[in-house]
């Protein structure tokens, strides 16, 4: 692999070792429903409908670890026909992880140390993914590849925030130990916060890298002026 080659693959490396642990915690829920474990305040309201949780784990674990490699430029540019058809697998999956999010925010009890703040950030975030998506979905059938790009990031994000969230709560919990109600709802806020930030600043460093390359070779922009 040429250096270039290996810079591209950071980011996407990255994404998923970020997914690695709400998708193995996903996965530890997927067993501990199929085995039939003890029942436990933590885990009775996804034993007594359990078919939401399922479809979120599946669904966003599906949405994390397919959609970073939507982040490797090789695979957009050569691979064209593999991001589309990934593409019309992430599109449903991301869908399907915010609505059934949203679902058991409003529908299950609330889980212990949660509590009115972090339902609300729940809502807020999971619709933000929902009309990310759809707005991306959208952009891209009017051939707005810029809009398009932009939305899937920021769902994409928002999708990945419980991967944060880890990040978030790990020195909490070390420092100070499990963290109160009020505590919780703002450290699972920052995961959010955190990636989206992240989001809007590889945005908006994208067009800034464009126009410098442009700058730097004026007689492309001539050349492609020239040809339209």
Not at 24 to 35: H, I, Q, Y
Not at 60 to 89: D, E, K
Not at 163 to 176: I, K, S, Y
Request: contains cysteine; hydrophobic residues 55%.
């Amino acid at each position: 692999m040429t250096s270039s080659t290996k810079r591209e693959w950071l980011a996407p490396t990255g994404l998923i070792m970020l997914s690695l642990v709400p998708v193995a915690a996903g996965g530890a829920r997927v067993a501990e429903l199929a085995s039939g474990a003890q029942v436990t305040p933590d885990n009775a309201r996804f034993f007594a409908m359990p078919l939401p949780v399922l479809v979120h784990i599946f669904a966003a674990s599906t949405y994390c670890l397919l959609g970073a490699f939507q982040f490797v430029p090789s695979f957009r540019r050569r691979r064209l026909g593999w991001h589309r058809a990934a593409g019309r697998l992430l599109v449903p999956c991301g869908l399907a992880a915010a609505l059934s999010g949203l679902w058991m925010t409003m529908f299950y009890p609330d889980a212990p140390g949660d509590g009115a703040l972090l339902t609300g950030f729940r809502l807020v975030f999971g619709s933000a993914m929902a009309l990310s998506i759809v707005l991306g979905f959208v952009a891209v059938r009017r051939r707005d590849i810029a809009r398009h790009r932009a939305w899937m990031v920021r769902g994409y994000a928002i999708g990945l925030g419980a991967g944060t969230q880890v990040l978030t709560h790990v020195p909490w919990l070390l420092a100070f130990g499990v963290p109160g109600t009020f505590t919780r709802a703002l450290l699972m806020l920052a995961g959010w916060v955190i990636n989206l930030a992240v989001a809007e600043w590889v945005l908006r460093r994208r067009p800034a890298k464009r126009s410098r390359a442009v700058a730097a070779r004026p007689d492309a922009l001539v050349g492609r002026r020239a040809d339209g």
